[in-house]
């Protein structure tokens, strides 16, 4: 069996490679190592999709979506213009119809257990390890958007060093039956700084947008009653560390809740990644007694959802044939091939109390395509958080709208290299 390019991994980055490649014209095969596509904006309950200045660089993928989304009444636009409120239980279902309507075939349950290069015809011979049984296949590219970099680790690609101390991570949850009404107009009454609560009243649903965290820098509203639920015992001083709510187009009464925060360090120990989930769950259940007993409008609220994967937010990163860097966020440079371009800022989620960074640049600054393409293989592309960037770099590229356009963008450059061969 023959593909032009794989994907391994079904995330935000790897679905919208897979799709690209498929709408273009390449054959290409998705691998899945879940039943459901879409990684951290569906497993990961990361809602919503934070608003980034793309300037229309490698954008087809996220305007594609927005159009199969609205059929199915799955986004909202907020008032501050973001497009990227969805509903994640339907974005399930979005992305297999997108993919479908492609032609871009898809293996779920399915992870690679051999990658190898055939050097006499510059095919890659993979093993894919399905439930069922194992296939092999061959393909001209590979784009790994495992979030991990599983293909580079099994191709004995290096990384870059990865002694910096990780960023926390975070297990998110949905809580219900919440009277959205009755919490808007009392955060609203409390909290005067837009920056931080916002509320639209729309003919559907309320939406709003609070938080409040550990930081001391900022008069956050919602502090007192945290300290409250310290002080009687409710909560814990490390699950204030991080909490904001949003809501959820399609889901009047619930609120998706982007906490808690999780105080370990180097998620890539698998015991340490375990510890951290079982650690994240118990802090969900103590911020649902919290909300439940301090905050208008949660009195009869519950869990709904919890994350199913940890929110990791920096892992490995690759090496590729150019290294992103701070400065390069600092002073923007000129590429010849731009992958995508970004104003978000350097957003590093500390462990530790007054010690988060969110250094705004207010400048646009363009990512090549080279920080995508290993440095040892040239058919061999990266997408998602692995991407070639040192640590502080990457904490300003890892959000889901730069995953979307540097999958679209590995896509795009594999495109014209199939055509000029």
Not at 233 to 253: K, R, V, W
Request: aromatic share 12%.
């Amino acid at each position: 069996m023959k593909y032009e390019l794989i994907v391994f991994g079904g995330g935000t980055s790897g679905v919208a490679a897979a799709y690209i490649a498929s709408k273009i014209g390449i054959k290409t095969l998705l691998v899945e190592k879940s039943d459901v596509l879409g990684g951290s904006i569906t497993q990961g309950l990361v809602l919503p999709v934070m608003k980034v200045n793309s300037c229309s660089i490698n954008t087809d993928f996220y305007n594609d979506l927005l159009t199969f989304a609205n059929k199915f009444s799955a986004n909202h636009t907020y008032s501050d213009g973001n497009t990227g409120w969805f509903n994640h239980e339907i974005l399930k279902i979005v992305f297999d119809k997108m993919l479908k309507s492609v032609n871009c075939d898809v293996l779920f349950s399915s992870y690679p257990a051999e990658v190898s290069l055939s050097f006499k015809d510059g095919f890659f011979n993979t093993t894919i390890n399905h439930k069922l049984l194992s296939l092999y296949i061959e393909t001209k590219y590979i784009i790994d958007a495992t979030s991990n970099g599983e293909i580079f680790k099994i191709l004995n690609c290096d990384f870059q060093n990865t002694d910096e101390n990780n960023q926390s991570p975070s297990l998110r949850f949905i809580i219900g039956n919440v009277n959205t009404k009755n919490f808007a107009d009392w955060i609203l009454n409390i909290d005067s700084d837009r920056n931080v609560t916002s509320v639209e009243y729309t003919e559907d649903q309320v939406y709003l947008s609070t938080a409040c965290t550990w930081e001391k820098g900022k008069n956050w509203a919602l502090t007192p009653m945290f300290k409250k639920a310290i002080a009687d015992g409710i909560l814990e001083y490390e699950d204030t560390a991080y909490f904001q709510l949003f809501s959820i187009p399609a889901m009047p009464d619930c609120l998706a809740v982007n906490a808690p925060r999780i105080i370990l360090e180097d998620e890539r120990d698998p015991f340490v990644y375990s510890r951290a989930l079982m650690q994240g769950r118990d802090r969900i259940y103590r911020l649902a007694k919290f909300c439940k007993k301090y905050l208008p409008g949660f009195e009869n609220s519950y869990v709904t959802h919890i994350s199913d994967v940890l929110g990791v937010r920096e892992s490995y990163r690759i090496k590729g044939l150019y290294t992103f860097t701070k400065d390069d966020i600092i002073n923007p440079k000129e590429f010849d091939n731009v992958a995508f371009a970004c104003d978000y800022p350097i957003d590093i989620h500390s462990n530790k109390s007054d010690t988060d960074r969110l250094e705004y640049n207010q400048k646009t600054y363009y990512v090549p395509i080279e920080c995508l393409i290993s440095e040892k293989y040239k058919n061999l592309y990266c997408a998602g958080r692995i991407i070639s960037a040192d640590f502080e770099a990457q904490a300003a590229l890892r959000t889901q709208m730069s995953c979307f356009s540097m999958g679209e963008a590995a896509a795009k450059d594999i495109y014209k290299k199939l055509k000029n061969n």
